[in-house]
């Protein structure tokens, strides 16, 4: 289980964690996010292959075998760049966060590489197709635009996206909760929150239909938010997914889930298989 005596307040238990605690604390534009908490924990931790959480490490060694350059949007201090090098040492790293003094450690954490200030809900500055692979981890569940941080992150795919939410059972409609942010051994301070969103599932699938990928792959598992969660009632899914985009056109996407519900039935939407088809089971990282 991580640590959770310096940075608190900002993690989730997942079910089929293995009882570990899933830090999720990137970039959603809230002032808190320069506290000094907060780059301290991105300094030391999120970093290493033993740091993913199983949701990452179903796609991440696979994505990596097959991608040369990777846009991390929401990237803190640039950890997961060490992390994709594990996997795939020639690739090229560039990172994108809301917090400007997140991107400021980055730079002077990893001086060789590219970091850039930005809010994937308002635009970015990279060019279309401009990425094998675009990474949002950690943060969509926190922005009330996700929809338009997904259409823009999208717009830089050149063929895979890869991100998470959490999705609400179906039939319960989006859930807009809130989490209290703490950092440091303090506590919550009484005032700092931010939103908490469960998206509605069949919405969510609307949503990404509308983009015209041609596979969609996805992954997930229940779990409970943490403590300072509130205003979200029981288990939620937390769910990864990896959107690819066509390379010669069609009108049909195909599915492939392992997630405790099926995507409902949809128009254009291919109900295709089991994920392990198409995405081989990772080693363990080695400890």
């Known amino acids: 289980v991580q640590d959770r005596r310096r940075y608190v307040g900002l993690s989730m238990r997942r079910r089929g964690d293995s009882g570990r605690v899933e830090d999720r604390s990137k970039g959603s534009g809230h002032s808190t996010f320069s506290d000094p908490g907060m780059l301290e924990f991105f300094s030391d931790s999120r970093r290493l292959p033993e740091d993913l959480y199983p949701s990452e490490l179903r796609f991440l060694p696979w994505l990596a075998s097959e991608s040369k350059t990777i846009l991390d949007v929401g990237c803190a201090v640039g950890g997961f760049a060490d992390i994709w090098t594990h996997f795939a040492p020639e690739v090229s790293y560039v990172g994108s966060d809301v917090s400007p003094e997140l991107i400021a450690a980055a730079r002077r954490l990893r001086p060789s590489l590219r970091f850039e200030v930005g809010d994937a809900s308002r635009g970015l500055p990279f060019d279309d197709r401009g990425f094998d692979v675009v990474q949002g981890l950690g943060w969509l569940h ?23 939410v959490r999705l609400a059972r179906p039939g319960s409609g989006t859930i807009v909760g809130e989490q209290r942010l703490a950092f440091g051994t303090e506590g919550w301070d009484g005032e700092t929150t931010t939103p908490y969103i469960v998206v509605d599932l069949v919405n969510f699938v609307d949503l990404l239909l509308a983009l015209e990928p041609f596979r969609i792959l996805a992954y997930g598992y229940l779990g409970e938010p943490d403590d300072l969660v509130i205003g979200i009632d029981g288990e939620v899914c937390f769910a990864t997914f990896v959107l690819e985009r066509s390379l010669v056109g069609g009108s049909t996407t195909g599915a492939w889930v392992d997630m405790p519900w099926n995507l409902p039935e949809r128009p254009g939407l291919a109900r295709s298989g089991a994920l392990a088809e198409v995405v081989p089971e990772p080693d363990p990282p080695r400890c």
């Open 142 to 164: 926190w922005e009330p635009r996700f929809a338009d941080a997904l259409r823009e992150m999208w717009r830089m795919v050149d063929h895979r996206l890869f991100f998470d």
